[in-house]
């Protein structure tokens, strides 16, 4: 619970102030939330899940400082209401990768008028094990001291030094916790490592989350996560809209080329498919078909978003 309380804390939201939350999970990862909440001082304003009108209610009635949803959902909220001149000044995001995601946090930001930091745990280990500072470079580790983590290679399950750069699986250990301790714990989150110092003077090392391993494809022996090609993709906003989907030719991991990326543009956006293409091939060293589809004709999502069609 310290651990959660450091990581929201980081995002600048301090005592005074209200939050509301749209978790829908149970007791456990709610009610170690409402903990945190609780430490930082946090007036907290549960609407739960999937009622954005209520939501929006919340906001306009109760004035928060800040609210805590999945970035799907922050996404999906400001693209059906207009919140730039409501009381949010912050968005903290967790749940899935794309808080950290440069175009799509930018997109939040404008669709929210408000700032955008990420958080994430897991919950076997703790919630919110992780939170982004203000300087907006990464997700701190709040947890230090309660959690040991260690980064893998994902197929050897071979240790890779946490060095400023590094990249591979999490592993984390509990050090603190007294009933049934966790010990090299595989999350399945790909991660890569910041250890340069921090402006905002927290010394804890930072991650960004880039996928998990069980989304990642390799296409002609290069790893590929969706979330990766949707922040190549959003380099084009606002040509396109940001929401893509990935469609595997084959069951499995491995993918012959080219990999199937269905774009969806913007309301009146065009884009050039071979433009796109060229970005991935330079970026992510991977061979795409890009298929332009109109706005809004892919699935937007309440709680986490399907970046990949099986
Ligand atoms: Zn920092």
Redesign the pocket.
Known sequence: MTGSARSYA?SGIAAGQSIVSTYSAGPFVAGAALGAFDRIGLTHIPVGTGNTERLVKAVELLRPQAVVMTPSYAAYVAENYDLRDSSVQRVLVAGEPGGGEHAFRAKLEEGWGAKVTEAMGIGDIGVSLWG????Q?GM?LGARGFVHPELIEPDSGDAIAMEDGAAGELVLTHLKHRAAPLLRFRTRDHVVVKTSP?????TGP?IRCVGRTDDMLIVRGVNVFPSAIREVVSQFTPQVSGHVLVKPTSAGVKQDPPLPVAVELAPGGEADPDAIRARLREVLVVQADVQLVPWGSLQRSEYKSTLVQR
């Open positions: 980081a982004e500072c203000e300087e470079d701190h921090c402006p905002c003077g927290r930072r």
